[in-house]
T-cell receptor, first 115, second 115 residues
Framework: AQSVTQLDSQVPVFEEAPVELRCNYS??????LFWYVQYPNQGLQLLLK??????LVKGINGFEAEFNKSQTSFHLRKPSVHISDTAEYFC?????????????FGQGTELSVKP | GAGVSQSPSNKVTEKGKDVELRCDPI?????LYWYRQSLGQGLEFLIY????????KSGLPSDRFSAERTGGSVSTLTIQRTQQEDSAVYLC?????????????FGPGTRLTVT
């Protein structure tokens, strides 16, 4: 079975400061890794994904994440946040292959950017 | 183009009643997923369709929950004899195919409140 742990439920940060949202996963088989963002009263939107290749993945809105296989981590970073980044962020995994891509999500991290 | 749409956006029902939630995926997307988002349980996978077949129903919480998909397009999630613990946001997502590398596009969700 797969599981995802997001280590911080809430992260308050000031505008223009850097931020890191932490994600660790557990799986006995190969997985793909994803970060999704959910703005208030909206559905989820894909920020970025790691399938293979370079372990540093760049996504939309200036976010990036680094896959670390030895530490089973996939932390999300942004060097300078904006008020508009206030949202809930979800880390997720899915088992590789062609048997369907159900996502296993972490509990979410609420990012609150203050002026 | 049009994204994933869900209806109704909000549904309030009395305990014991049946409800139907509808999902219209992106045209041409053969894979369709249902998830549930609740305060206590976070984001949980419910069921996955490939075409009209459901190879993975492992997330359905009880036999009160069922889903179908017709014409490889619209899907309906039915909850019979609703209970208060069914209160949640039900999210639908679609993707191009059964590979887990494909991005899932999420709808805005249906907020179900059982009174």
């Amino acid at each position: 079975a797969q599981s995802v742990t997001q280590l911080d439920s809430q992260v308050p940060v000031f505008e223009e400061a850097p931020v890191e949202l932490r994600c660790n996963y557990s799986s006995s088989v190969s997985v793909y890794l994803f970060w999704y963002v959910q703005y208030p009263n909206q559905g989820l939107q894909l920020l970025l994904k790691y399938l293979s290749g370079s372990t540093l993945v760049k996504g939309i809105n200036g976010f990036e994440a680094e896959f670390n296989k030895s530490q089973t981590s996939f932390h999300l970073r942004k060097p300078s946040v904006h008020i508009s980044d206030t949202a809930e962020y979800f880390c997720a995994v899915s088992v590789t292959g062609n048997q369907g891509g159900k996502l296993i999500f972490g509990q979410g991290t609420e990012l609150s950017v203050k002026p | 183009g049009a994204g994933v749409s869900q209806s109704p956006s909000n549904k309030v029902t009395e305990k014991g009643k049946d409800v139907e939630l509808r999902c219209d995926p992106i045209s041409g997307h053969t894979a369709l997923y249902w998830y549930r988002q609740s305060l206590g349980q976070g984001l949980e996978f419910l069921i996955y369709f490939q075409g009209n077949s459901a190879p993975d129903k492992s997330g359905l919480p009880s036999d009160r929950f069922s889903a179908e998909r017709t014409g490889g397009s619209v899907s309906t999630l039915t909850i019979q004899r609703t209970q208060q613990e069914d209160s949640a946001v039900y999210l639908c997502a679609s993707s191009l195919g059964q590979s887990s590398s494909y991005e899932q596009y999420f709808g805005p969700g249906t907020r179900l409140t059982v009174t």
